[in-house]
């Protein structure tokens, strides 16, 4: 055990350190802060040791964010190349496992960045068995977003390289779409920008989403009302905006009939909630049956040119009572 416990945190998590430099590649630049650590349970041998690929902005400890992470059979006979995610959270002094509905939240939300990006999971399409009988591996295999098995007589055989390189796009990937706050609500997102408005001071760290700039949130409120009177006009309605006059966005009318439309557009691919102002809820009680609401999601930034740009969206709309 305690070879093994060496072997995981020195050798091999050193040997991934001395290969940081190619495997920087496959990371954007924004993510210059790699590093490697590994860990069989110190203190209470795990059975399930494991060595994890990071950004320290993004992934600060274990117990957040996504890494690439090499996890070991308990029965010595298979490695799983994965990219992970937190599993635990201290809670009364004690490591508490996240609950399963947050877990499978999270993985699936990373999967479908990958999906989209590669149109496959391969090559990281098998489901981890770590064969573990206590709690916490169990949560690991929860915690996997991608997996993929390598027997040990196929070792040799096996381009790891190829698939630590790969698994380190992905993770890219992921750590992108959370900058551009994919994963967070709308509401969500409204509450980090306010809070950071109240208090200046409070660091975050990246992945805990330090918001849009100014300038990104202009282009995503842009884009949203783009598509929102294109939607608009193609239900038969004329459209003013009244975004700079009024407390709410669209003046929309047809047949004699006119509504108010509020406007929201968000990066996020979680839209289950929003965050509305006073004065925004005040007028949907006032004139409520005169409202409506547009939601645009799943935006895109563009930061490569001199100003970012906006594209895509999904429009849904409510033009009757919310």
């Not at 290969?19 to 630049?29: K, T, Y």
């Not at 009177?229 to 905006?241: A, K, R």
Request: with cysteine; hydrophobic share 40%.
């Amino acid at each position: 055990m305690q070879e093994r416990g060496n072997l995981i945190r020195s050798d091999l998590a050193q040997e991934l350190r001395r290969r940081l430099p190619e495997l920087s590649r496959a990371f954007d630049p924004l993510f210059d802060d790699l590093a490697v650590e590994g860990s069989d349970g110190i203190g209470r041998k795990t059975e399930a040791p494991w060595v994890r690929l990071y950004s320290k902005a993004m992934s600060p400890t274990p117990r957040e964010g996504f890494y690439v992470v090499i996890h070991f059979a308990a029965d010595g006979l298979a490695c799983f190349f994965t990219i992970g995610c937190g599993s635990t959270v201290w809670s009364g002094g004690d490591l508490r496992p996240v609950s399963d509905a947050q877990l499978t939240a999270k993985t699936s939300w990373a999967r479908s960045v990958v999906e989209r990006r590669w149109q496959t999971l391969a090559p990281f399409t098998d489901t981890i068995s770590l064969g573990a009988r206590a709690s916490l591996p169990r949560t690991f295999e929860k915690a996997t977003v991608l997996a993929r098995r390598v027997p040990v007589e196929s070792v040799d055989a096996s381009d790891l390289e190829g698939l630590l390189f790969s698994a380190a796009e992905r993770l890219s990937s992921i750590y992108l779409a959370q900058l551009d706050q994919r994963d967070v609500a709308p509401a969500d997102q409204d509450a980090r920008d306010l809070e950071a408005i109240v208090r200046p001071l409070h660091r975050r760290t990246r992945a805990q989403g330090i918001g849009l700039t100014a300038s990104e949130r202009k282009a995503v409120e842009l884009r949203a009302m783009l598509l929102a009177i294109q939607f608009l006009q193609s239900e038969g309605f004329t459209c003013d905006d009244k975004s700079a006059v009024e407390p709410f966005d669209i003046l929309a009318r047809r047949d004699g009939q006119a509504l108010k439309i509020e406007v929201k557009g968000t990066t996020s691919e979680l839209c289950d909630s929003i965050l509305m102002t006073r004065n925004e809820i005040e007028l949907h009680r006032q004139e409520k049956g005169a409202t409506g609401l547009v939601i645009v999601s799943r935006i895109k930034l563009d930061r490569n040119g001199a100003a970012p740009s906006a594209s895509g969206g999904v429009v849904e709309a409510s033009l009757s009572d919310f």
